[in-house]
Antibody, heavy 124, light 108 residues
């Protein structure tokens, strides 16, 4: 059974870098059938897609966040990670990792499995 | 960027009633690239519908999706108490992938 689990600090200071890791069990991040993504949700608000990665290194970014996003994938640990730099209070949100399917052979499908999410608060 | 506008903001209905949720896109979305998610309080979203009308694995047949172009609909044919949630549509035809702002369904 596929499970995704986010981990990382729950509190980050303004101007610092938010770092999160998603550990995948029940599937391989090197699967050629899926991409892996990050989505966030500010408290009481809607969903915002951040980035999607493939084990080959292929990556899709939300342009609104691209300049601050660094992604990585650790195949030995079956994990993928997100770093978001220069955070402000506006980056306070629940961050979800999720598996993304393919439609045209690229990471352009729906998110069919999600982690439980982790709340990251940006505050001094 | 494709903007998805969902209506109504909140729907309050009784068990057994039919719920109709709308998602309107700012530009045409191929029907293969529209999904619906359900999110209950404190939980992650769950994929309900993909490709505008295909139910995801394990989703009851009281949930159905339809539409094309810029207008899409999620229908819950007979509401059950556990359907109380926020529902989001999402397009994955054009980067960046975007979500609607959500429709809250309340069960009376």
């Amino acid at each position: 059974q596929l499970q995704l689990q986010e981990s990382g600090p729950g509190l980050v200071k303004p101007s610092e870098t938010l770092s999160l890791t998603c550990t995948v069990s029940g599937a391989s991040v090197t699967s050629d059938s899926y991409y892996w993504g990050w989505i966030r949700q500010p408290p009481g608000k809607g969903l915002e897609w951040i980035v999607t990665v493939y084990y080959t290194g292929s990556t899709y970014y939300n342009p609104s966040l691209k300049s601050r996003v660094t992604k990585s994938l650790d195949t030995s640990k079956n994990q993928f990670s997100l770093k978001l730099s220069s955070v402000t209070a506006a980056d306070t949100a629940v961050y979800y990792c999720a598996r993304q399917t393919m439609v045209r052979g690229v990471g352009d499908g729906p998110f069919d499995s999600w982690g439980q999410g982790t709340l990251v608060t940006v505050s001094s | 960027e494709i903007v998805l506008t969902q209506s109504p903001g909140t729907l309050s209905l009784s068990p057994g009633e039919r719920a109709t949720l709308s998602c309107r896109a700012s530009q045409s979305v191929s029907s293969s690239y529209l999904a619906w998610y359900q999110q209950k309080p404190g939980q992650a979203p769950r994929l309900l519908i993909y490709g505008a009308s295909s139910r995801a694995t394990g989703i009851p047949d009281r949930f159905s999706g339809s539409g094309s172009g810029t207008d899409f609909t999620l229908t819950i044919s007979r509401l059950e108490p556990e359907d109380s949630a926020v529902f989001y549509c999402q397009q994955y035809v054009t980067l960046p992938w975007t979500f609607g702002q959500g429709t809250r369904v309340e069960i009376k």
